[in-house]
T-cell receptor
Framework: GESVGLHLPTLSVQEGDNSIINCAYSNSASDYFIWYKQESGKGPQFIIDIRSNMDKRQGQRVTVLLNKTVKHLSLQIAATQPGDSAVYFCAENGETSGSRLTFGEGTQLTVNP | GAGVSQSPRYKVAKRGQDVALRCDPISGHVSLFWYQQALGQGPEFLTYFQNEAQLDKSGLPSDRFFAERPEGSVSTLKIQRTQQEDSAVYLC???????????FGSGTRLTVV
């Protein structure tokens, strides 16, 4: 079936370093992607989204890159802080999947002070 | 309200008991989603409403699960005759439209004993 998955289940970085979290998706019809941050005991928190007509989108300290050729999505976090420690999920949506989001497994990011 | 509100935050049910979980979406958001999240996993789609119409319920795991949104705002997810495998966090999300961000609530953690 169609799926969205992450390459690395865990990522540990030093405070101040840049972090890169990767995501592969298999549905070529996906045209909308979202990155979520989920802290323990909380719901997923929207970080940034990107539509398929874009390759890159920047927010505050975050950048999402989309490579439709290889169906790959990445989230870059600049100057990672301890408060960035959480599980990060990518999610995708496409016309063929109605309005539902399909989530990957998640990457646990740990920022060491 | 400013965000998606879910209640209760925690629910412990005895096996066989019926439960009802409530979601109050962001005002004006026509789309409402229910997701189930098992420990250490990404959220899994359950069902989707556009206003009061349930347009997709393909993710509901059994006929013990039932959702409604009678007036197009507040939604209730009901689980009848709960079983241990129903233990999970139930997340609600709302959105203005596809490709326009999906905001999640904090979820209801259901434990069936």
């Amino acid at each position: 079936g169609e799926s969205v998955g992450l390459h690395l289940p865990t990522l540990s970085v030093q405070e101040g370093d840049n972090s890169i979290i990767n995501c592969a998706y298999s549905n070529s019809a996906s045209d909308y992607f979202i990155w979520y941050k989920q802290e323990s005991g909380k719901g997923p928190q929207f970080i940034i989204d990107i539509r398929s007509n874009m390759d890159k989108r920047q927010g505050q300290r975050v950048t999402v890159l989309l490579n439709k050729t290889v169906k790959h999505l990445s989230l870059q976090i600049a100057a990672t802080q301890p408060g960035d420690s959480a599980v990060y999920f990518c999610a995708e949506n496409g016309e063929t999947s109605g309005s539902r989001l399909t989530f990957g497994e998640g990457t646990q990011l740990t920022v060491n002070p | 309200g400013a965000g998606v509100s879910q209640s209760p935050r925690y629910k412990v049910a005895k096996r066989g008991q019926d439960v009802a979980l409530r979601c109050d979406p962001i005002s004006g958001h026509v789309s409402l989603f229910w997701y189930q999240q098992a420990l250490g996993q990404g959220p899994e789609f359950l069902t989707y409403f556009q206003n009061e119409a349930q347009l997709d319920k393909s993710g509901l795991p059994s006929d013990r699960f039932f959702a409604e949104r009678p007036e197009g705002s507040v939604s209730t997810l009901k689980i009848q005759r709960t079983q241990q495998e129903d233990s999970a966090v139930y997340l609600c999300a709302s959105s203005r439209s596809r490709k326009n961000g999906y905001t999640f609530g904090s979820g209801t953690r259901l434990t069936v004993v």
